[in-house]
């Protein structure tokens, strides 16, 4: 598992450990999702905290709608920390609004057949 997730890192693929749940927001032009793992839900305060605890995907559908550059990665040349700030504060709004106390609360299937 660790040389695939060595692997995974080199080749710039998302952590599938941190891909099991998502959050998010769109604003009529920008959308940003949060991934997080069933045992690491969070609401990170800053950008950095966004970063470091979660896979994060942030798309202009203005200019472009297949959502192929990920302006949430601070190698990409468009990357705004400022925007990305703003759409955490508008997905936390929106989760304390919509869920309130937002546990993410997820029960895993149980193993074996379902009666």
Not at 59 to 79: G, Q, S, T, V
């Amino acid at each position: 598992m660790e040389a695939f997730k060595g692997l995974v890192k080199e080749i710039g693929m998302p952590d599938p450990e941190k891909r099991e749940l998502f959050r998010g927001v769109f604003d009529g032009r920008y959308k940003l999702v949060r991934y997080f793992g069933l045992g690491n839900y969070n609401l990170p305060a800053s950008v950095q905290q966004l970063l470091a605890d979660n896979d994060v995907a942030l798309y202009d559908l203005l200019l472009d709608p297949e959502e192929i550059d990920n302006l949430a990665n601070p190698a990409h040349p468009k990357y705004d920390e400022k925007l990305l700030s703003a759409m955490n504060q508008k997905l936390k709004a929106l989760i304390t609004e919509e869920i309130g106390k937002d546990k993410a609360l997820f029960t895993p299937p149980k193993e074996g057949p379902q009666k």
